[in-house]
């Protein structure tokens, strides 16, 4: 089974910066999506973005501009940087890992293998 491996989070000031950090490991494809989904207390998990082992990606308007998703194939690691956080952006941050890149969107139910999750604080 594929195993994902959450780091990075923690206390962020409002306007402030942080970078999140997935690596996946036994993955035996070349071909996968990985993506990153958020949760709010008493709301549903929404996708944030996603990319796929070919490069392509999609992001969530409320974050685009703001927030970078980026995958180092190499060390099959995903980062979500995120720039100019705002409270709403607090949560809890989930990986998400498909072994196909017709995963590619914000449908949990499409991606197979999930992170533990990592906290996001944002307060002053």
């Known amino acids: 089974q594929v195993k994902l491996v959450e780091s990075g989070g923690g206390l962020v000031q409002p306007g402030g910066s942080t970078r999140l950090s997935c690596t996946a490991y036994r993955v035996t494809s070349a071909y996968y999506t990985l993506g990153w989904f958020r949760q709010a207390p008493g709301k549903e998990r929404e996708g944030i973005s996603c990319i796929g082992s070919d490069g392509h990606s999609i992001t969530a308007d409320s974050v685009k501009g703001r927030f970078t998703i980026s995958i180092d194939i190499a060390k099959q690691t995903v980062h979500l940087q995120m720039n100019n956080v705002r409270p709403e952006d607090a949560g809890d941050y989930y990986c998400?890992?498909?072994?196909?890149?017709?995963?590619?969107?914000?449908?949990?139910?499409?991606?197979?293998?999930w992170g533990q999750g990592t906290q996001v604080t944002v307060s002053s």
């Open positions: 998400a890992f498909s072994p196909a890149l017709s995963a590619l969107g914000f449908s949990a139910r499409s991606y197979d293998y």
